[in-house]
């Protein structure tokens, strides 16, 4: 628990400083509710690869791990690919 | 990758016979292009002129009909349906000629050029660090230069409307391949990069945003042109997705018709 708060946290801020959005709610929709377009979405797997050390194959990802910050954290913290949490 | 190979090329291709429609001509793109050649200014001191991404050549020629010799043109075009209109359309004009070639690769000798223009092309590049450096070669020291091309924040209302649509019929690795088919320049970093190739004090870099209002039919004629999804999406998904971004379009509705913001940026360089 402490875990995904902390990514939430840290995912939340990156949304900010990166993209320059602010998202609402941990579970608001990013791509229905219109915040995250294609090449938002291209820089975030980018972004998520360099701030927390990750690799993400595109040709692997599903689209429903990235809907909301939640589900990001939960596909980070559940094995998604391995994640130095600890990283700022 | 090759110019045969580059689906971007191979769609302009495809649409070369369409391409001088009224339709055209009477979409967003063609206001734009008729906003962009009143920037383009033909001295007469420039001998050597050069058009990239000429297309059909309509421009091309106009600006030709109107600067004969010894003033001498060159259409730089990679779709090769296009350039071949371009070429019967320059047959009338003594001083153009058309010729292969895109920005990243002009076939042009170095310092050979006293103005350049492009309209609407520059957002295709694969390379814009390659491509500058190639205009920068291909100009003379006191060369000029009008670019008019696409920005990052280009149709933000449709594409708020049409990427949930997109993302329900295509996988984000589609996605993706689809957006890099284009470049989605800011201003700044347009100003970086034609500021590390060229002089700063000769260089003005500026961006608009203008509404343009059609409606459903008028937009889809044309505004599929500009977003690579299309060219990703699955063959037996066509039809289906067609329907879904459409349906999300007409969404915008207003009592002026379907607003789209083109995000212009335009590149300019002289001497005074």
């Given amino acids: 628990m402490a875990t995904n708060t902390l990514l939430l946290d840290r995912l939340t801020k990156l949304f900010s400083d990166r993209l320059h959005l602010d998202v609402p709610l941990p579970e608001t929709d990013l791509i229905e509710a219109g915040l995250l377009d294609s090449l938002q979405f291209v820089q975030l797997v980018v972004y998520l690869e360099e701030d927390f050390g990750i690799h993400v194959s595109m040709d692997d990802l599903e689209i429903d791990h990235f809907r909301s910050l939640g589900s990001i954290a939960a596909f980070l913290a559940n094995g998604g690919a391995v994640v130095d949490v600890t990283r700022q | 990758m090759t110019a045969t190979s580059d689906p971007v090329i191979g769609t302009y291709s495809k649409l070369a016979d369409v391409y001088d429609d009224p339709a055209n001509a009477a979409s967003c793109w063609g206001h734009v292009t008729q906003h962009s050649l009143g920037l383009i200014t033909v001295r007469d001191s420039h001998r050597t002129v050069v058009d ?16 004969p010799p010894p003033v001498q043109f060159i259409g730089v075009e990679p779709a090769a349906n296009m350039r071949k209109l371009a070429a019967t359309r320059a047959s009338d004009h003594a001083n153009v000629r058309v010729v292969d070639g895109r920005f990243e ?24 660090q390659k491509s500058v450096a190639e205009l920068a070669r291909v100009l003379r020291p006191t060369g000029e230069m009008d670019l008019t091309f696409i920005g990052r924040n280009n149709g933000r209302e449709f594409i708020k409307k049409t990427t949930p649509v997109f993302f329900r019929y295509m996988t984000p690795a589609m996605m993706a391949k689809a957006v890099s088919l284009r470049q989605q320049l800011t201003l700044d970093e347009v100003t970086a990069l034609f500021h590390d190739a060229f002089d700063a004090r000769r260089l003005t870099v500026s961006e608009s945003y203008r509404p343009y209002y059609d409606t459903l039919e008028g937009h889809w004629a044309w505004w599929v042109r500009i977003e690579g999804q299309f060219v990703g999406v699955p063959q037996d ?32 360089l002289r001497q005074d």
């Fill in chain 2, 237 to 268: 998904k066509k039809v289906a997705c067609d329907q879904a971004v459409r349906a999300a379009i007409a969404t915008l509705q207003t009592a002026e018709g379907i607003p789209y913001t083109v995000h212009l940026l335009h590149v300019r």
């Fill in chain 2, 52 to 67: 990239v991404g000429c297309g059909t050549g309509r421009e091309l020629t106009q600006l030709a009909a109107s600067h």
């Fill in chain 2, 105 to 128: 690769h002009l076939p042009l000798e170095a310092h050979s050029v006293d103005y350049l223009y492009s309209i609407l092309a520059f957002h295709w590049t694969t390379d814009p």
